[in-house]
């Protein structure tokens, strides 16, 4: 397992972008950004491969959000552009210790996690 640390939340006007960065303590394989409103689950954002080979978009956020990573920083990246007032949510990056290339989007996949970071999108 490695320390994820998020940066990048803040509050933002609709149709504003945001760009969250999650920086790892070591190495990391497939890494995600997941989600979780007030009262709802954590769901599914973006998932990379360690070579950025595979990545995956939940349909909600699919065309508008971009996902990258440099593995020399070893820090996932999550470019969010148009955002909507339901993007509102704290954003959590995860990260996979397994060498494992397929994207996935259930919350049990990782076994590392960030603090999170509110991200807020006013109408």
């Known amino acids: 397992q490695v320390q994820l640390v998020e940066s990048g939340g803040g509050l933002v006007q609709a149709g504003g972008s945001l760009r969250l960065s999650c920086a790892a303590s070591?190495?990391?394989?497939?890494m995600g950004w997941f989600r979780q409103a007030p009262g709802k689950e954590r769901e599914f954002v973006s998932g990379?491969?360690?070579?950025?080979?595979?990545?995956r978009y939940a349909a909600s956020v699919k065309g508008r959000f971009t996902i990258s990573r440099d593995n020399g920083k070893n820090t996932v990246y999550l470019q969010m552009n148009s955002l909507q007032p339901e993007d509102t949510a704290v954003y959590y990056c995860?990260?996979?210790?397994?060498?494992?290339?397929?994207?996935?989007?259930?919350?049990?996949?990782?076994?590392?996690w960030g603090q999170g970071t509110q991200v807020t999108v006013s109408s």
């Open positions: 995860a990260a996979d210790s397994r060498e494992i290339a397929a994207i996935g989007s259930s919350p049990l996949e990782y076994d590392s």
């Open positions: 070591g190495r990391t394989f497939r």
């Open positions: 990379i491969s360690r070579y950025s080979i595979n990545t």
